[in-house]
């Protein structure tokens, strides 16, 4: 359980003993009514607390975190569902800072070829503190796009492109709002899982409030890769149990959305060409609710490797997997690595035509509300993973490399796919341990797993 630090501070776990004893009875609390809880309410001898009874296991919103963090105790097997400062990351105008400062990091320490392993995130300023830099780099290439977007708002709200000055003149002075208005207005639309139960979340990947006025200005990638003549990113997984040292998963399934209307740079105004955010997509005339805008990355990378053979799609998945890694340790020095705290990640990620893979942001809370049959499905798999790779009943060895769907890629080192030790010294014939968008047996893998861990556990009792 854990208790507050002073008198009016709440605790939260259970009596204390050994951290690693196994617990057949976890109290979990959450205040999100979508797949979480169907999760959550399934998991064997779990129970479900509320209002202010006490918690083994919280998956809370960022708001909670930021109020009441810090005034909490936490005995030593309970577990939150944010690192204290995940903005960090997670925040347009912190991700990009961190990432600018770690790739100098890189040059000075490693030289220029190292540092260029960083150049996966499109040239960014921040706003306004940064406006005259901006306005310097904006004449040098006169004609090109550039998309403006608020540093902590998500589901598309308050995005815009523009190609003149005069459309940052007009946002100085607080009449861009006019043009974020429609989008704005469409992705408030609620949220229903397959199950029936609403999310009641006012948004999904959700954003620490802050005013609006701070914006990211970013050169748009104007050469996407296209298919079907759509656009579309890539929503990826990425479970973060320590910063120090750094151990991160990286999730099988994930999917690629798409736009409903055809590509163009004709129109930079349509957000049904330019936004992939399902909750734009959604309120378009042509979205179909059943069918959706999404494609599994399976299914994603078997169509790339039909076009473009096997080992260009590995080189693109490789760069995706050092994406994930870079921008982990560009933070790793400032994320409060708190034991009880882990975060589950949702990294979205846009392709160019060169197969060249971009970093647009991360999100602390990756949308849990599913938009069909299978994305519900997809959704339930990963946050059963996601639990039993939190162990909060404490049934693993922590040797494992894979648990579900999750494969361990980082271990205070890179993680090699063979069994045994490796020699990293010349990394030649190093393969890391990820299987993005490969196929996901985690029914059989999971049967396995447990099974073998009964049986160590009966041979050493």
Known sequence: MSRQK???????????????EQRTLIRFKTTLMNTLMDVLRHRPGWVEVKDEGEWDFY??????????????YMDEHVRISHFRNHYELTRKNYMVKNLKRFRKQLEREAGKTEAAKCDFFPKTFEMPCEYHLFVEEFRKNPGITWIMKPVARSQGKGIFLFRRLKDIMDWRK????????????????????PSGSHDTRSSDDQKDDIPVENYVAQRYVENPYLIGGRKF??????LVMSYIPLRAWLYRDGFARFSNTRFTLNSIDDHYVHLTNVAVQKTSPDYHPKKGCKWTLQR?????????????????????????IKSLQSVQKVIISDKHCFELYGYDILIDQDLKPWLLEVNASPSLTASSQEDYELKTCLLEDTLHVVDMEARLTGKEKRVGGFDLMWNDGPVSREEG?????????????????CINDRKEQLRQLFRSLQVQKKASS
């Open 174 to 193: 607080g009449t861009a709002g006019k043009k974020v208005t429609s989008v704005e207005t469409q992705a408030t639309r609620a949220n229903v899982n």
């Open 59 to 72: 998956w809370c919103d960022v708001s909670w975190l930021r109020e009441n963090f810090d005034h909490t």
């Open 300 to 324: 994603f990378r078997q169509y790339l490797a039909s076009k473009h053979g096997p080992k260009a799609v590995e080189t693109l998945f490789s760069d995706m997997d050092n994406i994930f």
């Open 421 to 437: 030790p490796c020699d990293l010294s010349g990394m030649g014939n190093f393969v890391t341990n990820t299987h993005l968008g």
């Open 233 to 238: 990113d890539l929503r990826v997984y990425v």
């Open 6 to 20: 002073s008198q009016t501070s709440k605790g939260h776990g259970a009596s204390k003993g050994k951290e690693r």
